[in-house]
């Protein structure tokens, strides 16, 4: 059937048939051009968003716009250097956090190996845990041993909320919030600062020291400050069981904290809390069950 001479009927006005104009044969041209990808100067510390796979193939001549030149071959922009505030140049350890290379869509399956020079965060991690000195760990772990307990039991006295009632205070804010302020400065460290423990153990040391003097601590104060005269079988209780609540429910969250850190050999990437986070959950639930028991026999002891 004929189109009766309609100009907008079919590939007359614009259409396409295959890659030939529908009435001359000839090939067809979009009369938009075709955008032009800037490229990488194939820097492999190149932190700009240019430096993705995607970007890294193609190159542009600013103010191109024909959409008949070839997309490669073209001059490429001259530099892509990272800076920061102020356009102070970025240390390795900042251009490792924010590493393209990092990125999801840049990881090994989809991109392949970055180059041999490329800063990646896990490159850097291998880095300082090959400089960092053996004494330094050491200190770090004995500094987390000694503060991080008393610096829980202050933390719990700000971030307690005031609008909690007694019980669910006692049974679920205070659980949640005493355990994971005395794992906080080696969780901080494995989220920061990996590097600074060598060893899964002094993770371990860690968590249970700070359970020790948490509990130390608090029973200094709930013994001498909150009670008068507290009985004999109480003070016991507390210097046994509450003390093996806190120790143990401490190293059950350092078990989390310990396969967080795990997680970064076997990923080569960044720690994931979720890697620990079924163990801090069981340490908050553990505490959060003994007070639980511990307000319903109360009255007999």
Known sequence: MSDGGNPLAGPRHGGRSGDADWESNQPYRSPVPEPRLPASTDDPQDQSV?????????????????????????????SHA????????????????????????TSAELSGTPAATAI?????????CRETPPTDSAWVMLAVSLTAGPLAVLGTFWASPSVATAWVMTVVFGPTIEEL????????????????FRSD?????????????????ENGLYLTVYLNNPSASLVVWRWTVCVALHATCSL???????????????????PQLADGAAWLVAAIVTHGLYNAVAIAIGDRI
């Open 50 to 78: 240019f430096a993705e796979p995607w970007l890294r193939q193609a190159t542009f001549t600013p103010g191109d716009t024909s959409s008949d030149l070839p997309v490669t071959g073209a001059a490429a922009p001259a």
């Open 82 to 105: 990272a800076t920061g505030p102020g356009g102070l140049p970025l240390s390795t350890a900042e251009l490792a956090e924010l590493s393209v290379w990092d990125e999801p869509a």
């Open 120 to 128: 990646t965060w896990f490159r850097h991690y291998e880095r300082m």
């Open 181 to 196: 302020l005395k794992l906080a400065l080696p969780l901080w460290i494995v989220e920061k600062k990996p590097w600074l």
């Open 201 to 217: 153990t002094q993770i371990l040391v860690c968590g249970i020291a700070a359970g020790l003097a948490f509990a130390a601590v």
């Open 252 to 270: 059950i969250g350092s078990i989390g904290v310990v396969a967080i850190r795990r997680g970064i050999g076997r990923r080569r990437a960044p």
